[in-house]
């Protein structure tokens, strides 16, 4: 007998997935993350008079690895996006909802993301709307 697995996704995502009714649903099964919390679900969750064979446990630690190597080179080629972006003149807004315009003067890496700074504040790389050059 398997148990449910509830740490993935919320209820409205799955309800409007099996509905058909939003994209968001499909998107949260490419999230790596969410790739990686079903991997570790199933694995704790295995039939321990029928457990995984080697070569199955073997291709999911290959796959796992693969995943955090593709999240790994991702925030790296976001943070090389960000740190384009010194000196340049943009346009974008900040956690709080407010349209900040200025020059880049450095990035930082946070949680969600690399961050802009512009004019003392910070911008999410993902919230930047316009890109110019200072001139």
Same mark, same amino acid.
Not at 61 to 76: D, K, R, T, Y
């Given at each position: 007998m398997t148990s449910p697995i509830s740490s993935v996704g919320s209820t409205s995502n799955t309800n409007q997935a099996q509905t058909g009714g939003n994209s968001q649903g499909m998107s949260q099964l490419t999230n790596p993350n969410t790739f990686l919390t079903l991997l570790v679900d199933e694995m704790k969750y295995q039939d321990p008079l029928n457990p995984t064979s080697s070569q199955n446990l073997m291709?999911?630690?290959?796959?796992? =690895?693969?995943?955090?190597?593709?999240?790994?080179?991702? =925030?790296?080629?976001?943070? =090389?996006?960000?740190? *384009?972006?010194? *000196?340049? =003149?943009?346009? *974008?807004?900040n956690a709080a909802g407010k349209t900040i315009s200025g020059t880049v003067t450095g990035v930082a890496n946070s949680n969600n993301g690399p961050l802009v700074y512009v004019n003392g504040e910070s911008i999410g790389l993902s919230s930047v709307e316009t890109i110019g050059t200072t001139g």
């Open positions: 291709a999911q630690l290959a796959q796992l =690895s693969q995943v955090e190597q593709m999240n790994s080179i991702s =925030s790296a080629m976001q943070m =090389s996006q960000a740190s *384009g972006l010194i *000196g340049k =003149s943009i346009t *974008g807004v």
